[in-house]
């Protein structure tokens, strides 16, 4: 995620330059057309090229730092930004933040949602896509904060069991106790945040099975290949020889988003562990985090 996407800067900008040259053309060829009626059309092309643009926009209008809260989070709670030596890189993540935030709609269900927590759900995402520039976000989807665990009717109560949830559609949904735990310790190799927008990354191709969207054929095959093996080797020698935990066992999907979280809280071991599996993820993230 940067601050501009130059690719989606540039089609909204042909698309409304497109649709302006085309109503103006219609205009100069018709000598009859009233002036009223040749102001209204080229006003809409102007109104939809500003408005397929409005994100750019509104960071255009906006301070790139986030506010003093926020960064104070990201400095004593988030391990990845606090390992970042760079002050230029630093700097990025910052920015990478707030425009994200800017972008999300982030309501507290049963919570306030404090600048701790607004800054925690943005770096469980900006750490996923800080090796990848050009990636933006989604922002169709809300993000909702629930106290604690809940269950399937996300009624939050003591006994629930979930404590984040991504659907095909809808919001992203968050225990704001268990994405606090997450970051508590920053190298346990758990983190609901990094594991759900693992599963919107997921998405991203209209369905989930644990391949990251939009790989061509001959980068698929090798994630089919180590999906297999790593299933096969946990059904053979069991959990104890596994470097992911037993709920990456799942399915597709879930091996997915336990990989992410312990390629990036504890990046060293997988690569000794499961060198293979380390290197797809380091390819796909464009963070070669065991190295740094």
Excluded at 41 to 51: K, Q, S, T
Excluded at 90 to 114: N, W
Excluded at 139 to 155: G, V
Excluded at 235 to 260: H, I, P, S
Aim: proline share 5%.
């Amino acid at each position: 995620m940067q601050r501009f996407n130059s690719k989606a800067l540039l089609l909204n900008g042909a698309v409304g330059a497109v649709v302006a040259t085309g109503l103006g053309g219609l205009v100069l060829a018709n000598d009859d057309v009233p002036g009223v009626a040749v102001l209204v059309p080229v006003l809409g092309a102007v109104l939809y090229v500003l408005w397929s643009m409005r994100r750019y926009i509104r960071r255009m209008m906006a301070d790139p730092e986030p506010p003093e809260g926020i960064r104070k989070t990201l400095e004593t709670g988030v391990h990845f930004y606090k390992c970042i030596k760079d002050p230029a890189e630093k700097t990025r993540f910052r920015h990478d933040v707030q425009y994200f935030l800017l972008d999300q709609t982030i309501v507290g269900v049963g919570v306030e949602v404090t600048d701790e927590l607004r800054a925690l759900v943005a770096a469980s995402a900006v750490v996923l896509s800080f090796g990848r520039p050009w990636y933006e976000w989604d922002t169709t989807r809300d993000i909702l904060l629930y106290p604690s665990a809940f269950d399937e009717d996300y009624n939050h109560r003591s006994d629930g069991r979930r404590l984040g949830q991504v659907g095909s559609q809808g919001p992203v949904i968050f225990s704001a106790k268990a994405l606090r735990a997450g970051f508590a310790s920053g190298t346990d190799g758990h983190n609901v945040g990094f594991h759900a927008f693992a599963h919107v990354l997921d998405f991203d191709d209209g369905q989930i099975d644990g391949i990251p969207a939009n790989l061509n054929w001959e980068a698929i095959r090798p994630w089919v290949d180590q999906m297999s093996a790593h299933f096969t080797r946990r059904d053979r020698q069991g959990r104890r020889k596994q470097v992911l935990r037993d709920y990456a066992f799942t399915n597709e999907a879930e091996f997915l988003a336990c990989a992410t979280e312990m390629f990036f809280e504890q990046p060293r071991r997988m690569k000794q562990k499961a060198p293979e599996l380390y290197r797809l993820l380091e390819e796909f993230y464009g963070q070669p985090l065991a190295d740094q």
